[in-house]
């Protein structure tokens, strides 16, 4: 499999609990973006890696979310007392950076959908 | 701020017609890409077109092509023969190349619709 793959692809959970979504990127793409996409809207940076180093986080991005991507492959993205607002589709993209003779564009996974009830 | 303004909520057209969707944006640097994301109902989002925008000349890729005002700060993206696997969501999206600041921001998007 040559794309962008996330797991699990929807989560149905309850306010207050903890939830993790993965992401495995193209093999050889070292930089890793996280989004987030409400309904009929664009999609909203949260954060990026570029292998394991988290360059950048959005003031989107509260204290409940963090993101991991330990080993500069798959990265994790973890919400931690969920909250009926952040039900949305969490996105995963990937790409070469510049330093990768990268052409900057993103290829992106099909979404994990999460549903705080 | 960098900030991607996509206009048309909605569009529609006949099948093998031709379309543009607009799309302008607001930046203070000069060096930038300019893409368009296309996100078909319950799939995922595919590349459709990238411009560079140190390059004058517009890019196109088969039935997509763009227009290119870097003065103006428009990327407009013109669909040539539609089809009906040409309906989607389409997103303008705008990415400065500062070192360190490598964030997509996107616009809202326009729904087309093409009609057999």
């Known amino acids: 499999d040559t794309g962008v793959s996330q797991d699990p692809r929807h989560k149905i959970t309850k306010r207050g609990q903890n939830v993790t979504f993965r992401c495995d990127p193209i093999s050889e793409h070292n930089r890793l973006y996280w989004y987030r996409q409400t309904l009929g809207q664009g999609p909203e940076f949260l954060t990026y890696?570029?292998?394991?180093?988290?360059?950048?986080k959005s003031r989107l991005l509260s204290d409940r979310f963090s993101a991991e991507r330990p080993k500069g492959s798959f990265s994790t993205l973890e919400i931690q007392r969920t909250e009926q607002g952040d039900s949305a589709m969490y996105l995963c993209a990937s790409s070469l950076g510049p330093t990768s003779g990268g052409l900057y564009e993103q290829y992106f996974g099909p979404g994990t959908r999460l549903t705080v009830t | 701020a960098q900030t991607v303004t996509q206009s048309q909520p909605e569009m529609s057209v006949q099948e093998a017609e031709t379309v543009t969707l607009s799309c302008t944006y607001d930046t203070s640097e000069n060096n930038y890409y300019l893409f368009w994301y296309k996100q078909p109902p319950s799939r995922q989002m595919i590349l459709v077109i990238r411009q560079e925008a140190y390059k004058q000349q517009n890019a196109t890729e088969n039935r997509f092509s763009v227009n290119f005002q870097k003065a103006a700060k428009s990327f407009s993206l013109k669909i040539s023969d539609s089809q009906l696997g040409d309906t989607a969501m389409y997103f303008c999206a705008f990415m400065t190349a500062v070192p360190g600041g490598n964030q997509f921001y996107f616009g809202t998007g326009t729904s087309l619709t093409v009609i057999p």
């Open positions: 890696f570029q292998n394991e180093a988290q360059l950048e």
